[in-house]
Antibody
Framework: QVTLRESGPALVKPTQTLTLTCTFS??????????VSWIRQPPGKALEWLAR???????YYSTSLKTRLTISKDTSKNQVVLTMTNVDPLDTATYYC????????????????????WGQGTTVTVS | DIQMTQSPSTLSASVGDRVTVTCRAS??????LAWYQQKPGKAPKLLIY???SLESGVPSRFSGSGSGTQFTLTISSLQPDDFATYSC??????????FGQGTKVEIK
């Protein structure tokens, strides 16, 4: 059974650095095609993709937040960590981690995959 | 970045109704479009991937269609458990992902 669980501080002060941890089980991030992303959702608003790390250590970031985000993985601990620097009250949101099971498609010549398994989310307030 | 626009933002319907939600991409995303269902206080749940493929365990009353820039999620006969918010997401761009703003399906 695949599960993901987010953890981190519930309250952070403006300008501080936020560190969130996604601990997963049921798969290995060393396996080809598997990726983990972070997604957030401010209260009453839409989902916003933040970052992704792939099985081959490639990293991808939201264009609007890339200067503030760092994603990393520890495959021995089955964890993915997201750090966000210089937080602001606008960063108040529920933060989710989610797995992507990407498949290589020859017609496009690329990997594609949706977020098939999500964690329960962790709520972070910046105040 | 690719923008995703859903319509309507809110939809009022009754049990048994056929419901359709539309998602439009600012540029072609081919068939790389997913639909998620989210209930209050819960994480999103994958319903449809690759525009029209039903995720394992999802009831067959859910279906998806479309390609390029126009996509549709249809619930053939709305059930009480289906009142929720539905979001589309493109994954054509390998280096990013974008969600629509969500469509809330509420009880009429």
């Amino acid at each position: 059974q695949v599960t993901l669980r987010e953890s981190g501080p519930a309250l952070v002060k403006p300008t501080q650095t936020l560190t969130l941890t996604c601990t997963f089980s049921g798969f290995s991030l060393n396996t080809s095609g598997l990726c983990v992303s972070w997604i957030r959702q401010p209260p009453g608003k839409a989902l916003e993709w933040l970052a992704r790390i792939d099985w081959d250590d490639d990293e991808y970031y939201s264009t609007s937040l890339k200067t503030r985000l760092t994603i990393s993985k520890d495959t021995s601990k089955n964890q993915v960590v997201l750090t966000m620097t210089n937080v602001d009250p606008l960063d108040t949101a529920t933060y989710y981690c989610a797995r992507i099971r990407a498949v290589y498609y020859y017609d496009s010549g690329r990997y594609h995959g949706a977020f098939d398994i999500w964690g329960q989310g962790t709520t972070v307030t910046v105040s | 970045d690719i923008q995703m626009t859903q319509s309507p933002s809110t939809l009022s319907a009754s049990v048994g109704d056929r419901v359709t939600v539309t998602c439009r991409a600012s540029e072609s995303v081919s068939r790389w479009l997913a639909w998620y269902q989210q209930k209050p206080g819960k994480a999103p749940k994958l319903l449809i991937y690759e525009a029209s493929s039903l995720e394992s365990g999802v009831p067959s009353r859910f279906s998806g269609s479309g390609s390029g820039t126009q996509f549709t999620l249809t619930i053939s006969s709305l059930q009480p458990d289906d009142f929720a918010t539905y979001s589309c997401q493109q994954y054509n761009s390998y280096s990013s992902a974008t969600f629509g703003q969500g469509t809330k399906v509420e009880i009429k």
